[in-house]
């Protein structure tokens, strides 16, 4: 699983509150990306890191904020949430170079009452 | 950015090979094929990836012909634990992403 943790797992909270959800990644890999994934739908890019501080913004970005100030820590933050934003968030790592694998976290299921 | 189209939904039958064709006519020099299976409640997992002709790996073959505009997936010998969602992705990943992940082919495997 790449050693990639995501926190909370659930969570429900009220409209015009900020989120923020964690994804954290025990190999030291450079890339890391934020998903959402809607009920009978594909993934959406959220926004996405190629570094320490450099994060770039994704299909689906208006409403977030993404910041990585450690390798291992990409953090997705809801300035303030809308129902829109009920969803299930998925973080991921790649490793680089020519692979295209990616590694996806457990996902967090947020509601947005 | 490349657009695939796969079927929505397949039915097979436990033994069976299975082949999901995904359609990318618009596919760039440089992008590479990938696909990925997703059970429910659970993120993608990477099956293969490919650039052209045929790459083999322990759970699947990926077929693409020359001209690169389809590409197919080949499961051998599916079992109940493969009904799952496939996705088909093509483009450019890491510093320039330029993936899109569409609706996947729901894959129904039958005792």
């Known amino acids: 699983d790449a050693g990639i943790t995501q926190s909370p797992r659930h969570k429900v909270t009220e409209t015009g509150t900020p989120v923020t959800l964690r994804c954290h990644q025990t190999?030291?890999?450079?890339?890391m990306y934020w998903y959402r994934q809607d009920p009978g739908h594909g993934l959406r890019l959220i926004h996405y890191s190629y570094g320490v501080k450099d994060t770039d913004k994704g299909e689906v970005s208006d409403g977030y904020s993404v910041s990585r100030s450690k390798t291992e820590d990409f953090l997705l933050t809801l300035e303030s949430a809308t129902s829109s934003q009920t969803s299930v968030y998925f973080c991921a790592i790649s490793v680089g170079g020519d692979s295209y694998e990616q590694y996806f976290g457990p996902g967090t299921r947020l509601t947005v009452t | 950015l490349a657009k695939t189209t796969q079927p929505i939904s397949m039915d097979s039958y436990e033994g069976q090979e299975v082949n999901i064709t995904c359609s990318h006519n618009?596919?760039?020099?440089?992008?590479?094929i990938t696909w990925y299976q997703q059970f429910p409640s659970q993120g993608p997992r990477f099956i293969i990836q490919g650039y052209k002709t045929k790459v083999t790996n322990e759970v699947a073959s990926l077929f693409i012909p020359a001209d690169r505009k389809s590409s197919t997936l080949s499961l051998p010998r599916v079992s109940l634990s493969d009904t799952a969602v496939y996705y088909c992705?093509?483009?450019?990943?890491?510093?320039?992403?330029?993936?899109?992940w569409g609706a996947g082919t729901k894959l129904i495997i039958k005792p």
């Open positions: 992705l093509v483009g450019a990943l890491h510093s320039n992403y330029q993936l899109i």
């Open positions: 190999e030291n890999h450079r890339y």
């Open positions: 618009n596919i760039a020099t440089n992008d590479y």
